[in-house]
């Protein structure tokens, strides 16, 4: 093993063990703000709090990276478990251009439109906001962390859960992630690339990996509204107390069974079996974005 091998083992060793924590942290107290610059920098700054004291002192957590000098592109080449062929990412320049478009795509966040959306609408708009935000890359390291917590803490503030964990659970929800991701970030930056070597790579990359799921496809399978998930997993009296507009789904579900009492009243076994399936219905509709309404079950 080489000496810059050993460096670069050891570095990821350390940033692992302290930006963890931090992550952690986030999770539990993520930053108070506006989902604006200042907001996605501070959490980059929080992240890699640790690290320059860590014998890293050159990094400048929560500032942006240089601008790339002209005609040159910055790019990146992901090696990904299992398969044999590489994916080339390009990223903005990071130049005053790149600044404006980041400050208008923040500027552009609304939490009450947001918020309004149908679980499908979110999930399309969380893939585009994160891939737009991944290929400006505003920061030297960490985007990927950043940008999850950043994206993570805005659907929660919109009554969303979008669980990023659910990629890292093996090699293959990695891989998907990552090619997502790679993607959606090359369709961005394919138009705006300085080099023509960076063009046939890209373009190359995008035709290996055409028939894979782009972010905002990806992300339908890792957002949730919040209330859908207290109605699946909590007892009813602490889903209501945080989500009260689950009034109308309890109601429902109290009235159908008292219906299935008076339609089963010899066979317990049908009448939890009647009652799971009018549960299930009202959760497919929750986690639709839609809130079911009404004080009584009426049957099909």
């Known amino acids: 093993m080489s000496a810059k091998t050993r460096a670069t083992l050891e570095r990821e060793r350390i940033e692992g063990f302290y930006t963890a924590r931090r992550i952690t942290e986030l999770y539990l107290h993520p930053v108070q703000g506006k989902f ?5 920098k501070e959490i980059n700054r929080r992240i890699f709090q640790d690290l320059p004291k860590a014998g890293y002192p050159s990094l400048k957590p929560g500032e942006y990276r240089q601008a790339v000098p002209p005609h040159q592109d ?4 992901r090696v990904m478990e299992g398969i044999s062929v590489p994916s080339v990412v390009a990223y903005s320049a990071m130049d005053d251009k790149a600044i404006g478009q980041l400050n208008q795509t923040l500027d552009g966040i609304n939490l009450t ?6 679980t499908e609408n979110f999930s399309q708009a969380m893939g585009q906001l994160y891939a737009q935000l991944d290929y400006i890359h505003p920061f030297p390291d ?3 962390r950043t940008l ?4 993570r803490s805005l659907a929660e503030n919109c009554g969303y859960e979008l669980d990023w964990t659910r990629f890292n659970i093996d090699k293959h929800g990695r891989n998907v992630l990552c090619i997502a991701r790679d993607l959606s970030v090359n369709l961005l930056a394919l138009p705006h690339l300085r080099d023509h070597r960076t063009t046939r790579s890209v373009t190359l990359m995008l035709d290996q990996f055409a028939e894979n799921r782009n972010m905002p496809d990806l992300l339908r399978d890792a957002i949730r509204p919040s209330r859908a998930c207290a109605f699946e997993e909590w007892k009813e009296d602490e889903a209501m107390a945080a989500f009260p507009e689950l009034s109308g789904a309890y109601n429902i579900l109290q009235a159908a069974g ?4 008076r339609k ?8 939890e079996e009647f009652i799971a399936s009018v549960r299930m219905k ?14 009584t079950y009426r049957p099909a």
């Open 36 to 40: 604006d610059a200042v907001h996605l």
């Open 74 to 77: 910055w790019v990146k080449e």
């Open 113 to 118: 439109a947001l918020s309004a959306l149908s």
């Open 142 to 144: 960490g985007n990927s």
């Open 148 to 151: 999850r917590e950043f994206t």
């Open 258 to 261: 008292a219906y299935g009492l």
């Open 264 to 271: 089963f009243p010899e066979d317990r076994s049908q009448r």
């Open 282 to 295: 009202i959760q497919r509709s929750l986690d639709a974005g839609e809130v079911p309404q009404g004080n």
